[in-house]
RNA sequence: GCGGAUGUGGCGGAACUGGUAGACGCGCUAGACUUAGGAUCUAGUGCCUUCGGGCGUGGGGGUUCGACUCCCUUCAUCCGCACCA
């Protein structure tokens, strides 16, 4: 014991300094912010983590650490940071966990948020605590509540573009009917005033609904019934729950929706106006899918009703040779004729009844059933069949097509397979004509001349669709429109553990309660499942109804409700009165850098711009954008061992000679292996059925395999953080992490490496202290070479921090110790600026050496060094002369060297010869502080 | 099928607007100090080589005095979306 503490005072004590500046931080509160008007304010955003029950692992802290950097970066750059953190609380695991054991989600998430915060603590963040929210808290999804009031209560005028008040709307509908509202609607039957007026409560109500931004409606969901929940859009892959990876199906349920698809526009539209990574914008466009073309109405032999169809390719309305029906489309019953009836019928159930699952696998299969109906083609009178088929979904467009199968793959398998008329449209400039059902597939290209096509014949694709929507906006048969892929958002969850809805019902139609009743709070239930009759576990808590005694919604609010708007309540958390303040809100206005995961592409990230828009709508929020830059940091892999287990025995060969057995790789835990060696002795140890396996060793070694796979227990390659903080000490710990690679690319995690930086560390200790550990910094003055070196490296850093270039810095750190150590440099002048170069990163050192600097006071507020040109300046630039492009040698000469003057030096000098080989020089390239190449 | 990203030593990666490819670190080799080293320090380390040099950034082609960087083409890996009319 004696001994570990002297060798422990001999060298630098992470365990003590650390401990030291967390809890110096913690009392003095240094990284709490207000809003202060004499200083630029900077947002700084993790995404805030789910608390699971499994703890951080390596790869949560990396975008936080990146982000508390370029906090602490702008707080030394004189910026008031506001930099907060909170949880997503809500969510399956815990209440899973509490349908299996009856431990209420609140108990097991409080727990998990508990070991969280010491995780975080650990590392050393810089966030003002007093901010944090907790999605849970009543205090908060108060506020998540109030939006959705505020959701029901809007609607959205396509006129102005604006979600607007639904007792405006009321109004207008009195006053005037609503002819002349332009709504994103789901219905848009025209009513007068006198007709609305008429209506009773009822029916009113149930117009406004299709109005409403947060609506009620029966629709087609992602019902998953392991989880006994529906699931959004983006919570379902491949058929599967995201969560769990349970089976999908598609079912009709009444259910909240929010109307995201008003905003589909302007979502577009804002992400030219924000800076993101290229490829997550593509993401986001293809998830809301905008497409153009013309909505064209056909009418149906011998019925009234007419079948609208979308389509991109108005200009192959000639080619339209069949219609289809989606199975779920409503005109089926009534078109359909007696002779096709019981087939049609058949098939609809059969299609209604095929799983999500066997859709995605069987999309080749070619199925359908003839109606007996035809459709009249606009364009040319003609009668064209009506079929029902899969393929065509009925959540697109109408759920309803023209089918043109010359020109487009799907429809051109369904036309071969049931042998119905193919006509060709479009031709490629030079093209033999053949008869269609000889080709392998359709022509889809856009471009072309249009053929066999009325009016159009002749005009190239493009001319041929505009001239084609005018055609059919004049005779008021069809019209240009664009249509979007994005859904309206289904916003109920079967669910206990969620933010109850502040709605209850009245005669059957739902009601909000009034802000003055909110938070309504999650009642207490004795059982976290469904009730016998199926209903949301809600419907079993006590006087779950108004003081009326009008009963409440029983539905729960999805995950992405609490996550949407998390980042405004940080800017004015405990406010009880407001969601946040004006003045909270144009003072921190929007996040400046926002850092998290690429898996919330489609859902968080559409959700929470779409919420912020209502709320920009509403006049709340100042900026219609919350994120104005965002990094998507990369996952860190494991980094997985293997052992080769001879078949059949208990024997285990090293890697080198495994090709002469027949092995099977078993991942081993890397905790038993250091640089691929195992130990042995602990793997036998490892487990009682290792404890007498036989070894083949290579050179007196076990060398282990290896692999990078994904961070999971059951590859047993998980680093934990705290036994490397434990170890290291948290300011290893973020370099390394930061060292390990660019930010935004997946990387693998190498156990060793941090070793190195480690290292480091312990050399950027010593700067200031002699042999013995003791604190040494001399005053004398600093020469050229050490400025040159401090200024080289302020220069570096900023300008890598600056372009978040943040592994780089870490070797910009290294290069500068490894050259003032080289010099022995121990002055203050120099050490001074460097503390604080090195406090965004190695926090608490920083801090340490600043006080035994002789400083009060925590460093982060220190203003940041700057670079000085002078000292980094030289009078003369080692050339590099190459010869044809090939560097041969450098050659000094002054900065401002002329071109003649350099040539002269060059040539003249004897190294030239040789790669001369006597020949004239053609060309000699000259270029400042670069280059010389000379052409031979 | 569509879209996106990535490809550089044994490994992680550097090279920011075309200008010395391989910074920095790991690992490895040799040596020093040491009872010992998984501590520390020093030197070396892209590949090939007849020691002159040659070859090198997934492959092929192009632009250029000069290409990891720009253009065309091709391959591989990974990740999204996927019957979207």
Redesign the pocket.
Known sequence: MQILITMQTM?YNHREIEKKWQKYWKDNKTFHVDIDHDKPKFYVLDMFPYPSGAGLHVGHPLGYIASDIFSRYKRHLGFNVLHPMGYDAYGLPAEQYAIQTGTHPAVTTEKNIKRYRQQLDQIGFSYDWDREVQTCDPKYYKWTQWTFIQLFKSWYNKKSNNAESIDALIKTFEREGNRNIEAAASQEEVFTADDWKQMDEKQQQEILMHYRLAYLSDTMVNWCPELGTVLA??E???GFSERGGHPVERKRMKQWSLRISAYAQRLLDGLEKIDW???LK??QR??I?R?E?ASVMFSIDGFDETIE?????PDTLWGATFM?L?PEHELLEKITGKDQKEKVEKYIHWAKNRSERD??S????I?GEFTGAYGINPVNGEAIPIWVA???????????????PAH????FKFAMHFDIPIIQVVKQENEEISDPRTWEDSYDARDGLMINSGFITGKAVEEGIKATIEWLEEKELGEGKV?Y?LRDAIFSRQRYWGEPFPIYYKEGMPYPLDESELPLELPDVDKYLPTESGEPPLARAKDWQTKEGYPLETNTMPGFAGSSGYYLRYMDPQNDRAYFSKEANTYWKDVDLYLGG??H??GHLIYARFWNMFLYDLGLVCEEEPFKKLINQGKIQGRSNFVYRVEGRNQFVSKGLRKEYNTTPLHVDIKLV??D?LDVEAFRQWRPEFADAEFILEDGKYICGWE?EKMSKSKHNVQNPDELIEKYGADTFRCYEM????LE????W?T??I??????M??LW?LYHDKENNFLVSEDKPNKDELKVLHNTIKKVR??IE?Y?F??V???Y??CV?EL??LKCNKRAILEPLTVLLSPYASHMAEELWSLLGHEGSISEVEFPEHNEEFIRENTF?Y?V?F????RF?IELPLDVSKDDAEKAVLGDERSE?YMGGKQAK?F?F?PK??I?I?L
Do not use: C
């Not at 009925?394 to 043109?404: D, P």
């Not at 487009?408 to 429809?411: C, K, M, V």
């Not at 070793?755 to 480091?760: K, L, P, S, T």
């Open positions: 060298d859009n983006d379902v892959k491949d990574f290229d490829s593509e993401v293809n998830w899918g497409s073309g169809v979308f389509t991109t390719r289809v989606a859709r995605i069987e999309v080749n299969k199925t899969d393929y065509v979904l009925s959540g697109y467009g109408t759920g309803a097509i023209m089918a043109v487009d793959s799907r429809d249509n892929r690429d898996e592409g489609t250091e640089n060696v990078v060292f390990l690679g660019p690319t997946h990387k693998p190498d060793q490496g070793e190195g930086v480690y290292r480091f312990k050399k010593r300008n890598d372009r270039s592994n780089t870490v070797s910009n290294m290069i490894n150590t080289d080692a590099p190459s044809n492009g090939k560097m450098k040789k060309r390239i270029v670069k280059i190449n052409v």
